[in-house]
């Protein structure tokens, strides 16, 4: 999808004023937007892996951070798989935000050609809370 066709600035309005950081998928694009608009928005990290991304939580003190995620078929995620499964194994999601939901019968018809699971919006934010003791 286009980034000209994207709800950027609707998910930079959610996150505006908010504290912590974001493991961003196309985290040039959420970088882009954060700059451009006013005010201040979740500092955009991009570990390489857990250990580097378990390192940047350890060495700064914030409570949430968020992860925003791309639907997509062709293409792979920006962000390290390990680090999405470390995430969703060891923290507490507190909320989740999605833009641009994919129809019901429009994702079983993709599941169906696809042979796997279709996702179920273009863009998922989720807020996660970060432990007081890390790994």
Known sequence: MPVYASPWKEILNELQDKEGVILSDEGDVYKYYANHLSGKFPEAIN??????FIKILNGREINTFYLLLL??????PTINADIIFFVFENFRKISEQKYLPIEE??????????KRKSYDAK?????FGVPKTMF
Request: zero cysteines; aromatic letters at 8%.
């Open 47 to 52: 570990p390489k892996t857990k250990s580097d």
């Open 71 to 76: 639907g997509r078929e062709s293409t792979e």
């Open 105 to 114: 019968s429009y994702q079983k018809i993709k599941s169906i050609i696809l």
């Open 123 to 127: 863009f998922t934010l989720m807020k």
